[in-house]
């Protein structure tokens, strides 16, 4: 049987409106009304900075890097018509190619009630792959690198990227000199992180309350979940599988939407005239709720994936039942600022004092 090169998929959906704003996915940078970044910029998507030597992590030994990898776990193939041996993947286990340009965004997800894939990407993975392009974003600023700084990246080590979506993080992993293996239940978003082509990286389509074949007898330095926690329901299951896959004392570093502060549809801004400040009210927080968010109301309002909204105490509890001690918190703001307008200096001070995100840092005991 032979197997096509693998193509890209159709081109990224257009920016569409309303892309911003608290009540959108929470995979989004999430940015509240004041923070809005521009709309059309575009980065350079060659710009990666000076190459780093190659440390090729036990995984991927004995691989060529013309060698591509097919997002449905399809063998390795080198180039139209032939296939070569992987030793994650056996013959038995090829499936067919999942084609979205007949099957359609939503054919690629078959959501389960209690599983990582009932909330999944897939119905947006083509706009959050743009969305990602556009500089100034609160990933590109604030998270990456306090998450990269927190998991303490190195050459020779082996991390695991869970909900890894289209592969920016594990781009940043790979720069640092880090093996990486990501997993992430929107085929789509694999498919676009295999086509990155990122050294000393492998993808995989999988559930991560439940983890894959694939990466069962593998150990890790280090894992993350960066913006992603808050759309999977199974949380438990998740902090569950990447305790089996940690080595001891491995870090496991955890970047949230702040959950005090960034509740859906409970919290928002406000302005105080009498004191021409700034505030953030919160009408609820101690209850866990699941909450349904419209991606990009302005194109396509019914497209929707789920929020869950925890305490922070539920967080800490959950990970200590799946052996983990928190050791590192920390609470990351806007880097934004206003340069006009007449609420600029509010907007600015407020940013300064209500936190847009969390980090925790647990580790294996």
Not at 246 to 260: R, S, T
Not at 336 to 355: L, Y
């Amino acid at each position: 049987m032979q197997h096509s090169q693998s193509r890209p998929g159709p081109a990224f959906a257009r920016r569409g409106k309303g892309t911003y704003g608290t009540q959108r996915g929470n995979r989004s940078q999430g940015a509240e009304r004041i923070d809005r970044a521009p709309r059309d910029a575009r980065a350079d998507s060659h710009a990666d900075g000076p190459m780093r030597p190659s440390v090729k992590p036990p995984f991927m030994k004995g691989r060529r890097r013309d060698e591509r990898f097919d997002p449905l776990r399809l063998p390795l193939v080198k180039g139209e018509g032939s296939r070569c041996d992987s030793p994650l993947l056996t013959k038995e286990g090829a499936r067919g190619r999942f084609n979205q340009r007949t099957s359609g965004p939503r054919a690629a997800a078959s959501p389960r009630r209690g599983s990582a894939s009932s909330t999944s990407w897939e119905n947006v993975a083509e706009w959050y792959g743009t969305h990602l392009s556009a500089p100034g974003t609160y990933q590109s600023e604030v998270v990456w690198p306090g998450a990269l700084k927190l998991l303490g990246v190195g050459a020779g080590k082996v991390f695991l990227d869970v909900a890894c979506g289209e592969g920016s993080f594990a781009q940043l992993i790979s720069k640092q000199g880090g093996g990486v293996v990501g997993i992430d239940a929107s085929p789509t978003l694999v498919r676009q992180a295999q086509m990155k082509h990122v050294r000393n990286a492998e993808f995989f389509v999988s559930d991560a309350s439940r983890g894959t074949k694939e990466i069962a007898s593998m150990t890790f330095d280090g894992a993350a979940i960066v913006l992603a926690l808050q759309n999977i329901e199974n949380m438990e299951g998740v902090f569950a599988t990447v305790s089996k896959l940690l080595k001891k004392n491995a870090p496991f570093v955890i970047v949230l939407n702040h959950p005090a502060f960034r509740v859906p549809r409970q919290s928002s801004w406000g302005f105080e005239d009498s004191r021409k400040m700034m505030y953030r009210r919160i009408d609820s927080y101690l209850e866990e709720k699941s909450i349904p968010m419209q991606m990009h109301p302005g194109d396509a309002p019914d497209v929707r994936t789920m929020s869950f909204h925890r305490p922070l105490s539920s967080y800490v509890s959950a990970l200590s039942k799946a052996g983990f001690l928190v050791d590192e918190m920390e609470e990351w703001i806007s880097h934004k600022e206003s340069t006009s307008g007449p609420r600029a200096r509010a907007e600015n001070r407020i940013r300064k004092e209500i936190p847009m995100f969390l980090a925790i840092r647990a580790r294996k005991v």
